[in-house]
């Protein structure tokens, strides 16, 4: 079992839907989360970062963690074309120090117009 | 944040040879990773550089293969020794500030090995 599982999709929605992007792991101790937007030959762009357990909103995206379930979510609302990319959740144990992080496999998000 | 970037860009590479990537920061940080992402895989990481001192590397990788340099805070090089086609891969820069725990990432190096 890997640790953080991804559906790589393409998730293909109309423009102005609501998209929800989800990862499931399977470390417990993993603490601090973050979901990230690559667009293509671009490297990732950091969108959302929450700690534990909860919701975190920002703008048209909102990343929520149920650390039980050990399930992480991200939506966006009023999708736009310029969504289209690659997003990709990523986590770690302890958030500072030499503690990399853990990536899911990414999901091809597309919006059409 | 940061501005990370990363020379140089793309390259291809012929086997056997071997490659420095350098990253460049904007200010000086406290951590800076090395990670891997080959197509259809996940972000891998390679290595955290330690500024004056050896760098950690994961499971599955080695110095001999990919030393990597960290001469001060705001500099890393990592090199990609006796290149094979499996070698084939975008090799990402990234740093945390140490100002709060978000992790950046630099635009990557497209490296082809023919």
């Known amino acids: 079992q890997k640790e953080v599982e991804q559906d790589p999709g393409p998730l293909s929605v109309p423009e102005g839907a609501i998209v929800s992007l989800n990862c499931t792991y399977s470390?417990?101790?993993?603490?601090?989360f973050m979901w990230y937007r690559q667009y293509s030959r671009k490297g990732p762009e950091l969108l959302m970062y929450?700690?534990s357990s909860g919701n975190k909103e920002d703008g048209r995206f909102t990343a929520q963690v149920d650390k039980s379930s050990k399930y992480i979510s991200l939506f966006i609302r009023d999708s736009q074309p310029s969504d289209s990319a690659t997003y990709l959740c990523a986590m770690s144990e302890w958030g500072g120090g030499a503690d990399g992080l853990t990536f899911g496999k990414g999901t091809h998000l597309i919006i059409q117009p | 944040s940061a501005v990370i970037s990363q020379k140089p860009s793309r390259d291809i590479c012929q086997r056997g040879t071997s490659l420095t990537i350098q990253c460049q920061v904007d200010s000086q940080v406290t951590m800076m990773f090395w990670y891997r992402q080959q197509p259809g895989q996940s972000l891998t990481l390679i290595a955290t550089?330690?500024?004056?001192?050896?760098?950690?590397?994961e499971s599955g990788f080695v110095i001999d293969k990919f030393p990597i340099s960290r001469p001060n805070l705001t500099f890393s090089t990592l090199t990609v020794s006796n290149m094979s086609p499996e070698d084939s891969s975008i090799y990402l820069c990234s740093v945390r500030t140490g100002v709060t725990y978000e992790q950046y990432f630099g635009p990557g190096t497209r490296l082809t090995v023919t």
């Open positions: 550089a330690n500024q004056g001192s050896e760098a950690t590397y």
């Open positions: 470390n417990s101790a993993f603490q601090y």
């Open positions: 929450t700690y």
